[in-house]
């Protein structure tokens, strides 16, 4: 992990791209298929055009959705989506066009761009507080909050290739709730999900995104660049697939876990969009200003990664199928070579054969000592964790520890850890708890704490 100095960078591209304007929005239906394509302008020196296109699926009622509805929805995406371009030079006034946003919602949005670039400010160096980051001004009508008739008996289950959300989609399918996955660019291991899970890509959203090829040249000259909030345009894309398939349910599958931050006493977090805070900041959004009856929660929300590895464990017929290597997405394979890799091997260690997950990721991770800075960080050895969906260090030593329990020949980055004996606590007390702080509907939770107790 690289932490830049780029606060003089940060200061001279503000200066002389002092603007920022969402100009414009607009989306088309042709043949059933909805395209939308907005309009970005930076300070009159760039214009960003990205387009979200979902290809029509029989079960899409759009014609029995009001223009007006897939306007608002539409243009939230939007809102998102204006972040990843935002960031290249970070002006400080921000200009938003096709609607107007009432105080609540400029605040609202504020705090989703501060939090949900914690990351990027961090390892740019960059020094920025909440306040004045950036000053939104709207303009245009007010938006409508959505009446449509949604059916509250079905979810969509957004697949992104990982263990998590195999689990999420087994349990709910298991347990005969009728479910739509949703996948984002789908990638090989999140078509052999829902395969897997016995659907097919016609019973499935597909969202097709594309960036502008001149945000990626802006990268290439050398202005500013890194992580942005993708959960959260997961969320408002997810809200107008609900839209238009009538559906009442999104369940994600982001774990307790993810509300630790990944600099200890910071609000910095690589995952903060996938954290409770956000989960509930986005419902309330929803319910406010988009739909009133959407529930949007994580289903795995009551739950730990130790936990969620130890009911993935039960589903074998997923081991070889999922992904969650960033790094291999491309090459659809596990790098063997990053934090996610290596956090992954470890919190499914207690609960798969060794050989087994040795066969997984091509090689016992554990012993690899080239992998020695990251297994630190994972443990908390070092001052920050990776900037990565990886779970806490209790979490990590308490897998450790369990592993440690069931062999007695040490892979080489356990040999000089001291994985004492009140990690038995940790672990029991890990593999027991039921996080109380989450949104899942009331008819839905039975379904996950059977689980726990399979």
Known sequence: MTVRDNQQLYATL????????YQSYEFNLINGNLEAEFCFNLSDKYLFKPVIKIPAKSFYSLNSVSES???????HIGMVELISYWKAACPPKVIIRPHNLDKKQVTWWKKLYFHGLGEFYYLNGICADSDSFMRISSHGMN???????LDDNKVIVPIGGGK???????????????????????????????????YIINQSIVINRTIDDKLLELNRLGFLNGHTPFSALLAF????TCLISGVGNIALSNESSANQSTVPSTNINHQYSKTFEFEND??????????????????????NELQIAKIFSGYPQYFKITRSCNVGSKADNWCGKCSKCLFTYIILSPFIDRDKLIEIFGKDMLDDLSLKVIFDELIGFSAVKPFECVGTPDEVMAALWKYSEQYDDMPVLLKNIELENHYEIDFN????????????????EPILKNALND
């Not at 005969?176 to 990638?187: A, D, E, H, L, Q």
């Open 69 to 75: 509805d897939v306007n608002n929805f539409v243009f």
């Open 282 to 303: 986005f419902a309330w959004y929803l319910k406010n200003y988009m739909h009133s009856h959407i529930n949007y929660f994580s289903f795995l929300r009551p739950v």
């Open 143 to 149: 938006v409508n909050l959505s009446s449509a008739k």
């Open 429 to 444: 007390s890990l593999i027991s708890e039921f996080n109380t702080e989450q949104l899942i509907p009331e008819r839905f």
């Open 237 to 240: 894309t997810g809200a107008l």
């Open 164 to 198: 998590d959300s195999a689990v999420t989609i087994e349990l709910l399918t298991k347990n005969k709730v009728p479910v739509i996955p949703m996948m984002v660019n789908p990638s090989e291991a999140s078509i052999r999900t829902i395969n897997t899970a016995g």
């Open 14 to 21: 503000r200066n002389e791209y002092p603007f920022f304007e």
